[in-house]
C-alpha cells in the first residue's frame, strides 16, 4: 500500500537548520507532485512548499521563501525539506502530500524551534 514515511524533525535554535526527508513507497513515486504541509496546534494546516513530478517546477509560501528549499529524489523516491534560518513561528508538525488521485499522507515529523 501507499506509504509517507517523514523524518528529521527535532529541537533546533532559531536561526538553525533543518533537513526533512519524506521517504515514499507503494505508488509511483517519480509521476507525482509532492508537498510539504505544516501544522501548528491551534492552527489550520498550511502549505508549506511543493514540487513537480520530475522537479523542474517548485513553489513556496511566502513565509517560507528564501529560507526553505524543496527538492527531490526520484531514484530514491524521496522528498526533502531544507530548513534554514529557522523561527519559532516555524515550529509544527511538517506532513509531506503525495498528489496521487486519492491524496496520501505522511504521520509526520515534529519540528520545534527554541532557545
Known amino acids: 500500500q501507499v506509504q509517507l514515511v517523514e523524518s528529521g524533525g527535532g529541537l533546533v535554535q532559531p536561526g538553525g537548520s533543518l533537513r526533512l526527508s519524506c521517504a515514499g513507497s507503494?505508488?509511483?513515486?517519480?509521476?507525482?507532485?509532492m508537498r510539504w504541509y505544516r501544522q501548528a496546534p491551534g492552527k489550520e494546516r498550511e502549505l508549506v512548499a511543493g514540487?513537480?513530478?520530475?522537479?523542474?517546477?517548485?513553489d513556496y509560501a511566502d513565509s517560507v521563501k528564501g529560507r526553505f528549499t524543496i527538492s527531490r529524489d526520484n531514484a530514491k523516491s524521496t522528498l526533502y525539506l531544507q530548513m534554514n534560518s529557522l523561527k519559532s513561528e516555524d515550529t509544527a508538525v511538517y506532513l509531506c502530500?503525495?498528489?496521487?488521485?486519492?491524496?496520501?499522507w505522511g504521520q509526520g515529523t515534529q519540528v520545534t524551534v527554541s532557545s
Open positions: 502530500y503525495a498528489r496521487i488521485r486519492t491524496g496520501a
Open positions: 507503494g505508488f509511483f513515486f517519480s509521476a507525482y507532485d
Open positions: 514540487i513537480s513530478n520530475v522537479g523542474g517546477v517548485t
